[in-house]
């Protein structure tokens, strides 16, 4: 797997290929032209390559903080003034972001390099030496990153510019939602007969057919949303057209969590497109105009510090991972309460309660009263004080509201039940992980049609809601299989086999469950269910409007 990563992106990261920052008034050239490159039709992975060097940018880290912290998923609150980044995180929680949040800003330029660089490969793509007919399946495959790329605009900030053509730095004004929908509709319909059926591992980590299948699925069935009108039976037909292929199944219940180790990879059989990581590639995106990352560090955020490398010999080094965890993520109560089947093998992605070391003993660590609680008054604060490590599931800002601060010591720092779906990765010597993270997999499509049905599609090929639902539940769970099914059900069923994968802001807003209240959150403004338009943005394109409600 990862040596499919290595040979669409390091020769093209040695190279430097040409590559476009997506300011409207900047210009980057390189001695890499299109005269002189490609040479030939072999090189052809070199030119797609930047695509995917970008796409990997933002998804694993900000992209994921963007659609997880705006939730009831996940919370990520200050530590005694750790994490706590400009209010970013405080805002996300609270609905209450601006243009110039870090999320907002970083999301929007991430995305809008994607298509700056598809427009760019797809402009070298077309004068190339070579016939068309060796091209399209090249050109397919980029126009589907990009769609996906206006895909995440179009959910995240409503009408936004569309701009295909490289070098074309005249502004461009926001596109209504509806017309940006029918532009990536038009777009994966027009692709769809070049994009390669292979699920091969050399076709891993870029878009197929069923990849485009897949999206258009997830267009559709929040169709009614964007645009006004359903879609559901175009939702069922792009989702038969996965099911049908059969190239795809569900991953048994013995190895679901699989799917989500370091170990992952073309063997997932769950996985219609995925993001491919690698320790090994660089961890950034060409020069320092792009600050994207490219990595996927889950384990930092995600392992409570007493359960990585605390210290040198300290013997609390539980999940072999050679760094300190950060720690500071977890999700809330009310959200775990959706986990409530012992026969379910998804509740176990959760670290809870008690914690124990693998031979079985408790996980004990050893600080301080005062380092223990930070309210302790008593005289001898710096007595040592020894403690088995136990996560609550509550989180209290008996530090700081303002400052959304849970407070700096052992009770602060192991408030809230943490995610270890994607499981550390104890082979890196980083914080960088290996573990690729999926943007589809097999479960959506079947979790999809049983709701675009009971949404008023028509069911076909034998398949009603309920049973979709139930096949699904066979690989997850011991409990007796469903005989009834609602709207409701299949969202609670969406939160417990997609937690942590980035959709549940998605599933929320088209439930009508974004404007409740949860943890500290009271925001009901329905405006928010969409970012404002960033700050930087309205200033290098002065034909932008912001957002209603910003």
Not at 473 to 497: C, F, G, H, K, M
Request: glycine share 8%; hydrophobic share 35%; proline share 6%.
């Amino acid at each position: 797997m990862k040596k499919i990563l290595r040979y669409f992106l390091f020769p093209v990261l040695m190279a430097t290929l040409v590559t476009s920052c997506h300011k409207l008034n900047e210009a980057v050239t390189s001695e890499l032209t299109p005269g002189a490159f490609p040479a030939d039709t072999t090189q052809y992975p070199n030119v797609v390559g930047p695509v995917y060097v970008v796409l990997r940018g933002n998804y694993a880290v900000e992209y994921f903080f963007q659609q997880t912290y705006s939730t009831d998923e996940g919370i990520m609150p200050a530590r005694g003034g750790n994490w706590f980044d400009g209010a970013q995180n405080q805002q996300m929680h609270y609905h209450s972001w601006n243009a110039d949040n870090g999320y907002v800003n970083g999301n929007w330029t991430w995305c809008s390099t994607i298509i700056g660089v598809a427009n760019q490969t797809l402009s070298i793509l077309k004068t190339a030496a070579g016939s068309d007919a060796t091209k399209r399946p090249w050109i397919a495959e980029v126009k589907m990153a990009r769609a996906l790329a206006y895909f995440f605009l179009m959910d995240n900030y409503g009408n936004v510019p569309i701009d295909t053509a490289y070098g074309d730095f005249t502004p461009k004004a926001n596109t209504p939602r509806a017309q940006v929908f029918s532009f990536i509709e038009s777009e994966i319909k027009a692709a769809l007969p070049d994009l390669n059926t292979s699920v091969s591992a050399s076709q891993y980590g870029r878009p197929n057919r069923y990849m485009a299948y897949a999206l258009l699925a997830k267009m559709y069935l929040n169709a009614e949303y964007y645009t006004g009108t359903g879609r559901y039976n175009d939702c069922i037909a792009a989702c038969d057209n996965v099911i049908g292929s059969g190239l795809y199944d569900l991953q048994p219940m013995s190895s679901y969590f699989s799917q989500f180790a370091p170990t992952n990879g073309p063997s997932c059989k769950e996985f219609i497109f995925a993001i491919p990581y690698d320790p090994a590639m660089t961890s950034t995106f060409g020069t320092s105009s792009w600050p994207f990352r490219c990595v996927n560090i889950h384990s930092r955020y995600d392992v409570p510090r007493s359960m990585g490398k605390v210290a040198a010999g300290a013997g609390y080094n539980f999940f072999s991972i050679p760094f300190t965890p950060g720690a500071p993520a977890s999700t809330l109560a009310s959200f775990y309460a959706y986990f409530n089947d012992p026969g379910d093998v998804r509740d176990k992605q959760w670290l809870t309660g008690l914690q124990y070391k693998r031979d079985g003993t408790p996980l004990m660590v050893t600080t301080t009263k005062s380092g223990y609680d930070f309210t302790y008054a008593g005289a001898d604060g710096s007595a040592a004080f020894t403690y088995q490590v136990n996560l609550t599931p509550d989180i209290t800002l008996r530090y700081s509201a303002p400052q959304f601060d849970v407070g700096n010591d052992e009770i602060g720092w192991n408030m809230g039940y943490r995610n270890i779906k994607f499981y550390p990765d104890s082979t890196s010597t980083s914080r960088n992980q290996n573990n690729d993270i999926p943007v589809f997999r097999y479960s959506d499509i079947l979790l999809m049609k049983a709701e675009a049905i009971l949404r008023g599609g028509t069911a076909t090929n034998g398949q009603t809601p309920l049973s979709l639902a139930n096949q699904l539940r066979a690989q997850r769970t011991s409990t007796a299989p469903w005989t009834n099914i609602t709207l409701d059900s299949v969202y609670n069923e969406r939160i417990r086999e997609f937690a942590w994968e980035g959709w549940h802001r998605n599933d929320m807003i088209r439930y009508g469950k974004y404007e409740s209240a949860w943890g500290f959150k009271t925001d009901a403004d329905p405006n928010h269910r969409i970012f404002p338009i960033p700050t930087t943005a309205l200033t290098q394109n002065p034909a932008l409007k912001q957002n209603p409600g910003y």
